[in-house]
């Protein structure tokens, strides 16, 4: 499916491409027609700035994407990467909160009901597996003699026998909750083009008692069965999981990981949809000397027979650093990057100029996070000024729209919008109003902003653990269960508050006939959009408190005043906005 012929690859991959396109200070003027000025920028010193690898650093990692796409005259939704990338944090974000409130929150609180710990639910989980395991590592490992999941049958059957009576229809109930998650976990996958339908099939019957959990860690971390990572960016390479080949030793409580996976097949997932946007978009835009779809690498070699230079295609190009790969059907594609334009490209699906903070940097970043939210999230004192800020914000971004009709639907669904938000946060059931079904739809669409992160089995074991305790109620964690009840309460006002302008932005975007995905883009960069940052942007926050805003906030405001048509009217609203902060 390569998108042109083999003979046009250059030996090695390599290829002259374009060069950027518009990125310094002087090919932005010249290209808007103000040649003067661009000599001028380059007499003083400053033509050569390149402000795109600036915006890149600082403000927006994805940037280069969006100059791709706006390089071909602006693509569909459907096409669009950059929309998707945006998209990206609210829609993982609220799958995982649904995951947690669908299924992991009423399991646990299942097990507090039945007095079934975490321990003895993981002891039986394992024992349930161990025989049809121990019987499947025979046939691969015999030498292993019958224990390759870490547990013989007689302790399995032991510990089968071990269980209370009068918990037994419990715990049968609790199995079945566990289990519902994992055919979730299974259907994720397969939703998203992780796996295809006869893959998922294929696991599902290799264990036909359907007693598979996930052996990995020591009970009391090692090589045994798991989803693999979450690979770098915006790239799905690598297989959706890893062969057992059988241990000897006692793998840790299953729980944990089935609860790993779950999470991981959404994040995963998402992050697929994103890629393979991507490719959508290669696919309906050639352009061989920026990118190509499955494009193996053209290499050279002696020919032991003649002796002779002879060209050979290298099938291996998946490893090659201008490489992405995404899966349709569970069917990787490959998509190869050329020139300094494509390079950045992969870069940017990659993340390759991101990295991940550690040491003091990781210190200072949860330091300033917390700072941030007593400042915010729970300071009463924040709610009023922050609608105001957005209110004015989101009344000079919006002219933008061409449609007068779209601000008049906006203003008029302002106050119920909020009153919607409040209920829908506050767990008000659907078909409750018509503002409750229609934020669902917009959290649904990514258009919320939301901030997530994938922790790792030790860390879901602490919450689990932790949960539990709180559902005792008694001693401290009645305290504990106490200062969640207020911080909920201050995140369910401020956050009816905050995506109240959303909302009703969401809304009148609909009203005017926008699609559901552009709506939810509308909405979400209406005002900032704090989840969009620069490869730079942790160590800016970590260092600065609402360092990553202050740069948003101002690439959004210079963008709406950078509308001619409506910059005397986007200069008259900033002195309103400057009165709000």
């Known amino acids: 499916e390569a998108s042109g012929p083999l003979a046009a690859i250059r030996p090695g991959g390599a290829r002259p491409g374009p060069q950027p396109q518009n990125e310094t200070i002087a090919e932005q003027l010249m290209n808007s027609g103000h040649d003067m000025l661009a000599g001028m920028s380059k007499k003083i010193g ?85 025989p049809a395991r121990n019987a499947y590592i025979d046939t691969i490992n015999p030498g292993l003699n019958g224990e390759g999941s870490g547990m013989s049958d007689a302790e399995a059957a032991r510990i089968l026998r071990s269980v209370p009576q009068n918990k037994r229809a419990e715990l049968r109930a609790i199995i079945a909750m566990v289990r519902r998650m994992q055919s979730q976990t299974l259907d994720t996958l397969v939703a998203y083009g992780l796996i295809s339908q006869d893959t998922a099939d294929s696991w599902a019957t290799q264990y036909p008692d359907g007693s598979y959990v996930p052996l990995r860690g020591f009970a009391e971390g090692s090589e045994d069965e798991e989803l693999v990572g979450r690979g770098r960016g915006y790239d799905t390479r690598g297989k959706e999981s890893k062969p057992a080949f059988g241990r000897k030793s006692e793998a840790d409580g299953p729980l944990q990981y089935i609860i790993q996976q779950a999470m991981s097949a959404i994040v995963r997932g998402e992050k697929n949809r994103v890629s393979n946007t991507l490719y959508r978009f290669l696919r309906a835009h050639p352009d061989p000397d920026r990118w190509q779809i499955n494009a193996p690498t053209i290499k050279r070699r002696i020919d032991a027979r003649t002796g002779l230079v002879t060209h050979y295609a290298d099938f291996n190009y998946h490893n090659e650093p201008d490489a992405v790969v995404t899966k349709i059907g569970g069917k990787p594609m490959v998509m190869r990057f050329y020139g300094k334009d494509g390079m950045n490209i992969a870069r940017a699906v990659k993340q390759m100029g991101t990295s991940n903070l550690s040491g003091i940097m990781a210190l200072l970043h949860t330091l300033t996070t917390l700072q941030s939210r007593l400042a915010t999230q729970w300071n009463p004192n924040f709610m009023v000024p922050n609608f105001a800020r957005d209110l004015g914000e989101a009344y000079i971004n919006m002219q933008e729209q061409d449609q007068q009709h779209f601000i008049r639907q906006f203003t008029k669904h302002l106050m119920p919008a909020m009153k919607g938000a409040f ?37 879901i074991k602490g919450k689990i653990n932790s949960t539990m305790r709180r559902l005792q109620n008694g001693g401290f964690a009645k305290i504990e269960n106490m200062a969640l009840a207020v911080g909920h309460a201050f995140e369910v006002v401020n956050g009816s508050i905050e995506n109240a302008t959303r909302l009703a932005a969401y809304m009148a975007a609909r009203d005017v006939g926008m699609t559901v995905p552009n709506s939810a883009n509308l909405a979400l960069n209406l005002t900032v959009n704090f989840t969009k940052r620069g490869e730079w942007g942790q160590g800016i926050n970590a260092l600065y408190m609402f360092g990553n805003a202050s740069l948003q906030g101002t690439a959004r405001l210079g963008r709406a005043l950078g509308q001619r048509r409506h910059a005397a009217q986007g200069h008259h609203h900033v002195a309103v906005l400057e009165h709000a902060h």
């Not at 649904?98 to 079934?116: S, V």
């Not at 946060?425 to 669902?440: K, M």
């Not at 990514?446 to 922790?455: D, P």
């Open 46 to 130: 400053v033509g050569k700035f390149n402000t795109t690898e600036f915006r890149t650093k600082m403000q927006d990692k994805f940037i280069r994407i969006k100059r791709a796409e706006d390089s071909v005259g602006g693509v569909p939704s459907s096409l669009s990467a950059y929309q998707a990338e945006s998209l990206y944090y609210g829609r993982t974000g609220e799958r995982l909160e649904r995951l947690q409130e669908d299924h992991i929150e009423p399991l646990l609180e299942a097990m507090h009901n039945a007095d079934i710990t975490p321990g003895e639910l993981n002891e039986v989980l394992y024992a349930l597996h161990a």
């Open 423 to 459: 209920q829908a946060l506050n767990g008000a059931p659907n078909g409750s109003s018509p503002y409750v079904d229609a934020f669902r739809e917009f959290d649904r669409a990514g258009g919320r902003v939301r901030f997530f992160g994938l922790s790792n089995p030790d860390d």
